[in-house]
Each structure stands twice: as structure tokens, then as C-alpha cells.
């Protein structure tokens, strides 16, 4: 195969092995002592009856644990299934359930909602700070610190599975190979300027298949990788200071928040080489600000966990701040209407694409696998164009788009609009039921400070500034926070969810 990711964290300890590998809080271990704690975990599975092909899941928040567990399983040739600690007991025991998972690495305080779930009998149960059922701290002091036996893998070998956060019913897992996380690493290091004098910051969920985009290419150069227990703009920005951070991905929530903080300077960011935006659109009004308070340094990362990516570098993100960027290279890129056909520049349609990161298709579901890849390509769901040099201008997903009396809007375009106002930090739109039109925009919005603004000012104001009559938002709603995702992005579906239900009912 072409990278040997198994083999991964031996190399880094013998080329590196005095390098500082992690960083978790104020626990810093070099590659050396990293190796034999990644050796441990792997044969402490081992001696629990872990082999290839195996499943073992993570319900755990952000640790050193979760991130040996995370290159240990990989060693053997079991397959990795990262799974959110704030799933509740039914979704946590199907996902366990559908992985088919022999083992999960887990907390204390998840014991309770795994055992509501029912767990199945066989599945092992290790616990990363204590002692019931199995201890995993003791198991691995016990185990042996020698590489384990070397596992013969191919390129289609799974690596992981990834379950998305689903929108209805059961979520989808998708499958990544070893030969997907090679790409992640090559691409990734090339595409962000990654190597091994590198810093890397990841305050955000490690379980969001987000993480890996930095995670990956900063193991496989043997840089230096920091994290977390969870995301705070405060220490986010005081770690970037005190370490000279040099890569740091965050969803636009945090980056909205780290430019909030009283503790923002860009002068304590200067050592930042990369900011990278995933996981939802950034709003045109925060990319000017941050590339006019920290120019050249922003890179926005469009994808897909399915596998297929477009990146705005930090040379275009001014020039090309409308755009998500082009697909990297081995990527493909087309834009197809409804008909089938390609669209010209300018037209919108279905973004579809094909690249040696896309998934292998998703867990125990040929008839979705089917109906996502056609012929090799992806076809996303989500709707775009093609500006007039080939960039990708990201218009919203097929799913949020708003039939208001036959006319499609597109939330994104009234979110621009209503970011513009100085009194709205952050803001959603959807559609909610209307008895003349079927559906109608209504506008959700944080303020800067409480009291800043009224509902009905704000709907005037942006009323006032739509490109279109049918952009007009029917309703402002005020929230103190949004739901949102693990990975902290905003949750649409749960913001629209009371409006339909009341439909319904």
C-alpha cells in the first residue's frame, strides 16, 4: 500500500523520538513515551481478543486515552468507530448495535447512559478513568510495551467507520480505508503547508471526522499536535500564544467566538501559518474581518466526511472570499443540473465530484452507497456553481432550500444579509410553514449583547436590504445559543423541528 499508517507512530518515535508528539492539556509526551503507550493500548486489545477486522468504538470526550486508542486500533487491523459522548442512551446503543463494536473505550460519566441503552453482553467495556468494568489504566500498565506483532494490510482494508449526525433515523457510517487516511495525510500536509516544525492546536471534538483533516497530516509528519478537553476562545487564544501554534482548524462558531473573546489580539495569534474553516459556510462578513485582522493565514476547507473536498487557499482568500476554492489535486469537480447535464459558469446545480479520499460507501447500506456514488462520483446534495475561473460559490443544501409559493431561496444568501447587521453575532435561516406560500424564510440570530436589538427592527432591517420580495423573512427569532453538532456546528434541523411539529399536530 502506499502509506503504512499501522507503522505510523514507530517511525515518528524512532526518527523523533525526544520531538514533542502530544500535548492534552498540561501533559506534554515526546514521540518515544507516546509509542509505548499507543503499544500498550494495542496489546491490551489483543489480550482482550481484539483482531482484524474488528470493531471498536470511542465514547469519549477529548484525552490522552482517546488519542492512543485512536493509533492503537489501527495497528491491529481493527476498525476504529469514534462515537459522540452526547449521544442519548437509544442512539448510542443503536449505533453500538449497527458497528457491530466488540469493544468501546469510554468515561466514567458515560457509564450510565450506555448501560440505559442495554448493552449487549459481549461487548467489552473499558473505562479510560476507572476502575468498572475494566480498568483501562490498569490494563494498559500491565500490558507490553513492544510493538505488537505486525498485521498484513491491504489498501481496502477498513480504517474507520464515521457515522454522520443523520438528520432521520439510524445515522450513516461511513467507510474510510487506509489507503482514504493516506490521502488525508499526503493531501492534507501538502494542501495546508504542514511539516514537521509544525504546531498544531485542535480544541474542537476529536470524534468529528473534522479533526482528522489536521490530525492526520500532523502524525504523518511527526509534528506536534495539541488539544484540548473541549473548545474555549479564551485558552484557545492563550495556547496559540503560549506554544507558537502554527495550524489550528475550527468551525465558524469558534472562529466567531475566538474574535469576540476579550482576550482577542491579533498580535497573540501572529504565529499563526493556517486558520482553517470547516464544517458550514463562513459567512462572507467574518472572512473580511478576519483577513483584515489576520491576513494570509485563512484557508476554508469545503467537503464532505463522504470524501470529496474543495479548499480556498490563504493566496485566494481575499481575492475569492465568495468562493469555497477548487478541488485539490486528484480531485474532480463537476456541477450538474437536474436533467444530468453539466452547467455552465454561473448556473446552479448539484456539486458532484470524485478524488482518492472518498469513502469506500456506508456501513451495511448498498442502496445508499447506490444512490451517493454514481460511477465513482459523489453526488452531495448540496447545490453550487462555478464562477468564471472554475472556483466553487457554495449556495446552501438541497434539503434547507425554501419552495416559497414555487420560487427556491436560499438561506444562505438572507444570512449574508443579515450578518451585515452590528447588533447579530451569528444567524440562521429556514423555512417554516406559510399558509399562502407553503413555506416562508424565518431569520434566528444571537445578538452581540442581550437587549442590543428587537426582533421586529431586525426583520425590517433586513427586509430592507434582500435582493428579492420572496428573500424577506417573515419572522425574527432571538436565541441565547443555537443547538449545535459535537463539532460545533449550528443544528438547522433542530432550530426548524417546533415549527413543523406545530404544523403537524
Known amino acids: 500500500?502506499?502509506?503504512?499508517?499501522?507503522?505510523?507512530?514507530?517511525?515518528?518515535?524512532?526518527?523523533?523520538?525526544?520531538?514533542?508528539?502530544?500535548?492534552?492539556?498540561?501533559?506534554?509526551?515526546?514521540?518515544?513515551?507516546?509509542?509505548?503507550?499507543?503499544?500498550?493500548?494495542?496489546?491490551?486489545?489483543?489480550?482482550?481478543?481484539?483482531?482484524?477486522?474488528?470493531?471498536?468504538?470511542?465514547?469519549?470526550?477529548?484525552?490522552?486515552?482517546?488519542?492512543?486508542?485512536?493509533?492503537?486500533?489501527?495497528?491491529?487491523?481493527?476498525?476504529?468507530?469514534?462515537?459522540?459522548?452526547?449521544?442519548?442512551?437509544?442512539?448510542?446503543?443503536?449505533?453500538?448495535?449497527?458497528?457491530?463494536?466488540?469493544?468501546?473505550?469510554?468515561?466514567?460519566?458515560?457509564?450510565?447512559?450506555?448501560?440505559?441503552?442495554?448493552?449487549?453482553?459481549?461487548?467489552?467495556v473499558l473505562v479510560a478513568d476507572g476502575p468498572e468494568p475494566l480498568d483501562y489504566r490498569a490494563l494498559r500498565a500491565r500490558a507490553s510495551a513492544a510493538p505488537p506483532p505486525r498485521v498484513a494490510l491491504a489498501e481496502d482494508d477498513l480504517y474507520n467507520i464515521?457515522?454522520?449526525?443523520?438528520?432521520?433515523?439510524?445515522?450513516?457510517?461511513?467507510?474510510?480505508?487506509?489507503?482514504?487516511?493516506?490521502?488525508?495525510?499526503?493531501?492534507?500536509?501538502?494542501?495546508f503547508r504542514i511539516t514537521p516544525e509544525?504546531?498544531?492546536?485542535?480544541?474542537?471534538?476529536l470524534i468529528f471526522n473534522g479533526a482528522f483533516v489536521t490530525m492526520m497530516p500532523t502524525f504523518f509528519q511527526g509534528a506536534h499536535f495539541i488539544t484540548h478537553e473541549q473548545f474555549d476562545p479564551r485558552r484557545a487564544i492563550e495556547a496559540i500564544e503560549r506554544h507558537h501554534v502554527t495550524h489550528m482548524m475550527v468551525v465558524p462558531t469558534q472562529i466567531i467566538a475566538m474574535l469576540g473573546s476579550p482576550a482577542f489580539a491579533p498580535?497573540?495569534?501572529?504565529?499563526?501559518?493556517?486558520?482553517?474553516?470547516?464544517?458550514?459556510?463562513?459567512?462572507?462578513?467574518?472572512?473580511?474581518?478576519?483577513?483584515?485582522l489576520l491576513p494570509g493565514r485563512f484557508?476554508?476547507?469545503?467537503?464532505?466526511?463522504?470524501?470529496?473536498?474543495?479548499?480556498?487557499?490563504?493566496?485566494?482568500a481575499v481575492r475569492k472570499s465568495s468562493s469555497v476554492g477548487v478541488p485539490t489535486f486528484f480531485n474532480e469537480l463537476r456541477i450538474v443540473l437536474e436533467d444530468g447535464t453539466e452547467a455552465r459558469p454561473g448556473q446552479v446545480g448539484e456539486i458532484v465530484g470524485r478524488g482518492p479520499m472518498l469513502m469506500l460507501g456506508y456501513y451495511k447500506r448498498p442502496d445508499l452507497t447506490a444512490e451517493a456514488l454514481r460511477d465513482g462520483?459523489?453526488?452531495?446534495?448540496?447545490?453550487?456553481?462555478?464562477?468564471?475561473?472554475?472556483?466553487?460559490?457554495?449556495?446552501?443544501?438541497?434539503?434547507?432550500?425554501?419552495?416559497?409559493?414555487?420560487?427556491?431561496?436560499?438561506?444562505?444568501d438572507v444570512e449574508e444579509v443579515?450578518?451585515?447587521?452590528?447588533?447579530?453575532?451569528?444567524?440562521?435561516?429556514?423555512?417554516?410553514?406559510?399558509?399562502?406560500?407553503?413555506?416562508?424564510?424565518?431569520?434566528?440570530?444571537?445578538?452581540?449583547?442581550?437587549?442590543?436589538?428587537?426582533?421586529?427592527?431586525?426583520?425590517?432591517?433586513?427586509?430592507?436590504?434582500?435582493?428579492?420580495?420572496?428573500?424577506?423573512?417573515?419572522r425574527v427569532v432571538i436565541h441565547e445559543d443555537f443547538p449545535r453538532s459535537p463539532a460545533g456546528k449550528t443544528l438547522k434541523r433542530e432550530l426548524r423541528k417546533p415549527y413543523w411539529e406545530t404544523k403537524a399536530g
Open 377 to 412: 462520483w459523489l453526488f452531495t446534495g448540496d447545490m453550487g456553481s462555478l464562477d468564471e475561473d472554475g472556483y466553487l460559490c457554495l449556495v446552501d443544501r438541497k434539503k434547507d432550500m425554501i419552495d416559497s409559493g414555487g420560487v427556491k431561496v436560499y438561506p444562505r
Open 1 to 124: 500500500m502506499l502509506l503504512q499508517l499501522d507503522q505510523l507512530i514507530h517511525r515518528n518515535a524512532r526518527y523523533r523520538p525526544s520531538s514533542p508528539a502530544v500535548t492534552f492539556e498540561d501533559t506534554t509526551v515526546d514521540w518515544r513515551e507516546f509509542e509505548e503507550r499507543v503499544n500498550r493500548v494495542a496489546n491490551m486489545l489483543t489480550e482482550l481478543g481484539i483482531t482484524k477486522g474488528d470493531k471498536v468504538a470511542t465514547v469519549s470526550a477529548n484525552s490522552l486515552e482517546l488519542l492512543e486508542t485512536y493509533f492503537a486500533v489501527p495497528m491491529l487491523g481493527a476498525v476504529l468507530v469514534p462515537l459522540s459522548p452526547l449521544l442519548l442512551p437509544s442512539g448510542l446503543a443503536s449505533l453500538l448495535r449497527d458497528s457491530d463494536a466488540k469493544c468501546v473505550v469510554t468515561q466514567q460519566s458515560m457509564l450510565p447512559v450506555l448501560r440505559a441503552g442495554e448493552l449487549r453482553p459481549e461487548l467489552r
Open 198 to 205: 509544525s504546531i498544531t492546536l485542535h480544541t474542537g471534538a
Open 418 to 474: 443579515a450578518i451585515r447587521h452590528p447588533a447579530i453575532r451569528e444567524v440562521a435561516v429556514f423555512g417554516v410553514p406559510h399558509e399562502k406560500w407553503g413555506e416562508t424564510p424565518l431569520a434566528a440570530v444571537i445578538l452581540t449583547d442581550p437587549g442590543a436589538a428587537q426582533a421586529d427592527q431586525l426583520r425590517d432591517w433586513i427586509n430592507a436590504r434582500v435582493q428579492a420580495r420572496y428573500q424577506r423573512v417573515s
Open 299 to 316: 484557508h476554508e476547507l469545503y467537503g464532505l466526511t463522504e470524501g470529496f473536498i474543495t479548499i480556498l487557499d490563504k493566496t485566494d
Open 267 to 292: 498580535e497573540r495569534l501572529a504565529s499563526l501559518q493556517c486558520l482553517l474553516s470547516l464544517g458550514a459556510p463562513l459567512l462572507k462578513e467574518h472572512k473580511d474581518r478576519l483577513n483584515s
Open 162 to 191: 464515521m457515522y454522520t449526525s443523520g438528520t432521520t433515523g439510524l445515522p450513516k457510517g461511513i467507510l474510510h480505508s487506509h489507503f482514504t487516511r493516506s490521502m488525508y495525510s499526503l493531501i492534507f500536509s501538502a494542501a
